[in-house]
């Protein structure tokens, strides 16, 4: 059973930072793309962060300069470490797999092609 755990989250005051870790089991990582997706309230779920098998990297613009991903496949666990938070990061983060590039994720996302979810884990960015 292909399953996988986000953790990290929490309450943090703007400026802030916070690690998230996306551990997955019942599959090989390093096959996989892995995303980092978030939602806030009303708004629809948005990509945030991307990283290949390969480790090509890629983030919306909003995050760029203040988020980076990396994996570790040995512990099978992708990371997003988020640093001088807003409270426009608010909501819950998702990691989510599908085998491609970061260049296609968007349309990945698109076509539903991303089959592995996590049940997310809330940051709330609040002074």
């Known amino acids: 059973q292909v399953q996988f755990e986000e953790s990290g989250g929490g309450l943090v005051q703007p400026g802030g930072s916070l690690r998230l870790s996306c551990t997955a089991s019942?599959?090989?990582?390093?096959?996989?793309?892995i995303s980092w997706f978030r939602q806030a309230p009303g708004k629809e779920r948005e990509e945030v962060s991307c990283i290949s098998r390969r480790e090509t990297t890629t983030y919306a613009d909003s995050v760029k300069g203040r988020f980076a991903i990396s994996r570790d496949n040995a512990k099978r666990t992708v990371y997003l470490e988020m640093n001088s938070l807003k409270p426009g990061d608010t909501g819950v983060y998702y990691c989510?797999?599908?085998?491609?590039?970061?260049?296609?994720?968007?349309?990945?996302?698109?076509?539903?092609?991303?089959?592995?979810w996590g049940q997310g884990t809330q940051v709330t960015v609040s002074s």
């Open positions: 989510a797999a599908v085998q491609g590039e970061c260049a296609y994720s968007a349309r990945y996302y698109e076509w539903g092609e991303f089959g592995y």
């Open positions: 019942g599959l090989p990582l390093e096959s996989y793309l």
